[in-house]
Structure formats: structure tokens, C-alpha cells
């Protein structure tokens, strides 16, 4: 019995499944690889939805991250962290006011030009009161920026004018020496009017509900899920960036996910936490750290008729916790150092750092004192109720709670209850002072002093304990409104004065940061000011 076979029977079909599967072969191995060299794309992790991408109301790092690479200020920080010109080509700067000349090809996504007016409205929705920024104290080095913000005057009250389509003027209280330096913080962005007034309450809800005038637009987000950046064929310096797109499919803090998502080559950077840094170098991996610039601290809670509001139970806290123990057996991670102080070892005193220079008091760390400390707030208390710690619900949040839970249980025998919450809700709450202690930490919004200093300012919405001293606040004032240096550290000096006296927060450790980059993705950059990290001049190559 002959069978025969016809074209297009068994045999060509047994070759189309070969070729099938090999273009499906190709296709998963394309999907794996976190860089492609001729689509010039990448994919990222995210460690948490962004909460708020409002310029003009956000706070958080996650939302600096995604605004600094779609929004640009009147100017942006370069490589190694130097200013450079964004929207602004010039400026000039005098004691009273900072002239700055826009640009003539700065655009928006839609192609029309980013003007003096946008950074006007931009700034009169900050310091507004009924916008509720907790950015507004940024702005008070300006003309009338305080009497705005505190409702004495309207917004356009604010030192701020447009002389021209390309002519901003920017009038200031007092000179400030540290002004120019604020500028590419996200707060001082534009807003294009017509747009946002369209938008309405869904203003930067969506990625169809915000307009990009820098290197990259966002074109998807899917909440909680993942987002999408193209590159900005309108942005006025588009031929110095490379990415055509950066998709962020995963959104996890946890360090575990990260850590094998980059090695299972689904993503190009992974940030790394104590449990994943050593399993990543037994993997033989590179891992780089990096020196982050924040400051991780425990807030507590100075809101009337809470326990925090006693300074011998603040004390008793102080002298207990053990900084070098946490930083080293619990934080974990390469870089991070043990402080006591709100300022970083990177600022500059007159000769050394300033930390060299001005060295924080020491912390009474005896058992025996610490014990009297809580001795005495109980006398004073009465009871000292189980006292609340908020914090994220990530590895290494939980993991920091968990150990200031038992440390104070040990130590003092006071009860915490663990409070973990979602990014967005820790924020929440954080700010509705609906904690007795959270864990937090500050990066640095510019290069000055007063950009830690004022977290502990009256007037600061960022207060998160509402901490107030007349003292701290005098000398906050004298440096914000001085230009001598030596004057301006010893108000710094002053205030670290107080923060270890008052101990209205404690200070736990200076960060850093483990990761992993893919040996294709060049150009990115690390830095203490600025969105981190910066993809806007990277690349992959072949």
C-alpha cells in the first residue's frame, strides 16, 4: 500500500510547526530581555504606585521619580548633579529677584510652548491654601510667599510675574543664596492653565490627565499594576535622549521579587535589601551601592493629649534605642550608617563636614538612665498606653517595626501595636497624625541644610509630629533669611542642639542603596538630588 503526500500535507506542515515554534522561541526570548539595544526600550520595577503625580501636591520619592522624567523645571540637575539649563537657556540673579529667559523651543507634549504664565499659575497653586501643598514652605523665600500660604493675601500676590511669553521674574523676600539651587525640585514645575482647569479633579489621575513638557510623556498607567513612558518627541532636548521607551511592568517592594525578577532577565535595575544583597553575590552578581543622601527617623507624635507628648517618655526611647545595632543587624544594607542627627555627612562645614565640625551630643545610652526616663514619664502619665507604629508594608519596613516592637518591649517593656499600610495609606496617615511613631526618612529636596532642618518648622506641613519649640524655630529663621556661612552653621548647630535635647524625633541612620543594573544599560544616573534613579540620558547598547 503506497501512501503518497501532497504539497502542503504532512511534511510542509510538520515544517511550519518547526518554524512556528522557533518565531515563538524568539518571541519569549525577546519578552525576557529587560533591554533592547534597536528598540532602545528597558523594563523597571517600581517599588510602589505612585500616589500623587499632581506637581503641585505631591511628596513622596515614587512620584518625584515618574515627575522628573516627564516634567522639567526652569532647571534640571545635569551629570554628577550639576545644574544646567531646562526651560530657562539664562538667568541672572541679584539680591532681590532671579530673572530667568526661557528657552524658545520648550514644548509641550501637545506642541504648544511652555511660557512664563505656566510657571506662574504653577506657583500660585502652591503656596494657595485651598490647594493644600505640603510643598508651600519651599516657597516662602519668595515675595509674599508666607502671607499667601497662612491666607493673609490672594495668590497672585505671590513674587512671581511673566514679563514676556520668555521672561519670568521671581521677586525675593530677602536674598537667598540657596534659591537657584531649589529650582529643579518638582514643586517648581509648570502646569499649562487651560489644561489643568479641562482636567478638573481628574487632574494627573490618569496618564491622559497629565501634559509633559520633559524628556519622556506617560502613556500608560495601570493602577497599582504598571506604567508605561515614551520618549518626548517635543522635548526641546530630545536628541540627547536615547530611550524610546521605559515600561515598568511590576510594581513590588518586596526585595525578594525584585532581586529574581532581575534574575530571571525580566528587569534592568533592581534595588537590593539586606536579605537579597548577599544572596545576589553568592548568585555572583555586582552589586553597586551608592549613598543615597536621606536620613531614616522615627517621628513621634507631638499632637495634644498623645503619650508623645511627654519628653521623658521621648527620652526613655532615645536612651534605649540602639542606632548601630539596627543600622548594622537590621537595615543591613551596604551604605547605610548610624546617626543621631537630621543632617547628613555629605553638607560642608567651613574646613570638614559638618558633622566633623559640629559633632551632635552624645545620646545617654545606660540602661539604668533609660529605665528612670520611663520611671519618671509613668509618675507624670500616669499609664502609658500600648503606643502605635506605622509603617509600609515592604520587606524592609516590616522588618525595622518589627525590631523597634521587641527592642522597646525588651528594653522598657512598653507594648507597640504594628500598624502596616499600603504606600499611599501610610501617607494618609502619616499626615493625618494618626500614628504615636512612624518610620520614616527625608531626601534631600536641594543642596542646603535648611532642606532637613526645616522638617522640623512650625509652619512645615511636613512636620508629621507637629513638633513646635520657639527656639528651633528662631533659629530655622536665622538660616533661612542669613548668607554669612559661619552664622548659618551655627543655627544648624543650634538645632541639632536641640533634636538630641528635645529628641522630638530620633534619628536612626544616613541611607544607601544596594542594585543591580544590566551590563547593556549605560548612562544611568545616581545621585542625592533629583529624581533617582535618572534614565533621561541612558542607553542600551548592542
Not at 515614587?62 to 531646562?86: A, D, M, Q, T, W
Not at 531649589?182 to 478638573?200: I, L, N, R, W, Y
Request: proline share 6%; aromatic share 10%; hydrophobic share 40%.
Amino acid at each position: 500500500m503506497s501512501i503518497s503526500v501532497s504539497k502542503g500535507s504532512v511534511a510542509q506542515r510538520c515544517v511550519h510547526r518547526v518554524v512556528s515554534m522557533i518565531l515563538i522561541l524568539l518571541s519569549v526570548h525577546s519578552l525576557a530581555s529587560p533591554v533592547d539595544a534597536e528598540k532602545q526600550s528597558i523594563r523597571i520595577a517600581m517599588l510602589q504606585e505612585p500616589p500623587s503625580l499632581d506637581s503641585t501636591r505631591t511628596t513622596d520619592l515614587v512620584s518625584f521619580f515618574v515627575l522628573g522624567h516627564i516634567n522639567e523645571g526652569l532647571v534640571r540637575y545635569g551629570r554628577r548633579g550639576k545644574l544646567v539649563p531646562g526651560v530657562a537657556e539664562s538667568w541672572e540673579v541679584f539680591p532681590d529677584r532671579i530673572a530667568f529667559n526661557l528657552r524658545a523651543d520648550a514644548r509641550w507634549e501637545d506642541g504648544s510652548p511652555v511660557t512664563a504664565d505656566d510657571f506662574v499659575y504653577a506657583w500660585r497653586l502652591v503656596v494657595d491654601p485651598a490647594n493644600a501643598s505640603h510643598f508651600a514652605a519651599i516657597m516662602h523665600p519668595f515675595k509674599n510667599a508666607r502671607a499667601v500660604a497662612d491666607g493673609k493675601l490672594p495668590p497672585d500676590q505671590l513674587g512671581v510675574r511673566a514679563e514676556s511669553d520668555r521672561k519670568l521674574i521671581v521677586e525675593l523676600e530677602r536674598p537667598c543664596g540657596y534659591c537657584l539651587g531649589m529650582m529643579p525640585h518638582t514643586v517648581f514645575g509648570p502646569v499649562k492653565q487651560s489644561f489643568h482647569e479641562q482636567a478638573g479633579e481628574a487632574y494627573a489621575a490618569q496618564a491622559d490627565k497629565l501634559l509633559s513638557n520633559g524628556p519622556f510623556k506617560l502613556t500608560e498607567w495601570v493602577h497599582e499594576a504598571s506604567l508605561r513612558f515614551t520618549k518626548n518627541t517635543e522635548y526641546w532636548n530630545r536628541d540627547e535622549v536615547y530611550l524610546n521607551e521605559i515600561h515598568a511592568p511590576y510594581i513590588t517592594g518586596d526585595n525578594r521579587t525584585r532581586l529574581n525578577l532581575f534574575l530571571d532577565n525580566q528587569i534592568a535595575l533592581a534595588r537590593l535589601g539586606a536579605e537579597t544583597v548577599k544572596e545576589a553575590v553568592n548568585k555572583g552578581q555586582r552589586v553597586r551601592t551608592f549613598l543615597s543622601g536621606g536620613v531614616s527617623y522615627i517621628w513621634f507624635n507631638h499632637r495634644e493629649g498623645l503619650p508623645m507628648t511627654n519628653p521623658a517618655l521621648r527620652k526613655a526611647i532615645q536612651s534605649a534605642f540602639d542606632v548601630d545595632e539596627y543600622v548594622n543587624q537590621v537595615i543591613a544594607i551596604p551604605g547605610y550608617k548610624p546617626t543621631r542627627t537630621l543632617i547628613p555627612s555629605y553638607f560642608d562645614g567651613m574646613e570638614k563636614s559638618f558633622v566633623e565640625e559640629f559633632p551632635p551630643s552624645e545620646v545617654n545610652t545606660d540602661p539604668a538612665y533609660a529605665r528612670q526616663m520611663l520611671a519618671q514619664a509613668l509618675e507624670e502619665m500616669g499609664k502609658i498606653p500600648r503606643l502605635r507604629l506605622l509603617t509600609v508594608t515592604s520587606t524592609t519596613g516590616v522588618k525595622a517595626a518589627e525590631y523597634v516592637q521587641g527592642k522597646l518591649k525588651q528594653t522598657l517593656g512598653l507594648e507597640l501595636l504594628v500598624d502596616q499600610q499600603s504606600f499611599k495609606q501610610y501617607l494618609s496617615k502619616a499626615r493625618a497624625g494618626e500614628f504615636d511613631l512612624v518610620l520614616s526618612s527625608w531626601y534631600p529636596d536641594y543642596d542646603d541644610f535648611l532642606t532637613y532642618a526645616d522638617l522640623l518648622g512650625s509652619h512645615n506641613p511636613n512636620n508629621r509630629g507637629r513638633y513646635f519649640n520657639e527656639e528651633y524655630d528662631r533659629w530655622l529663621t536665622v538660616l533661612m533669611e542669613s548668607i554669612d556661612k559661619p552664622t548659618r552653621l551655627e543655627a544648624v548647630a543650634q538645632m541639632q542642639r536641640i533634636i538630641v535635647e528635645e529628641a522630638p524625633v530620633l534619628p536612626t541612620a544616613e541611607t544607601g542603596s544596594a542594585y543591580l543594573i544590566h551590563p547593556k544599560l549605560r548612562g544611568v544616573e545616581r545621585r542625592v538630588l533629583g529624581q533617582d534613579p535618572d534614565y533621561t540620558s541612558a542607553r542600551v547598547i548592542p
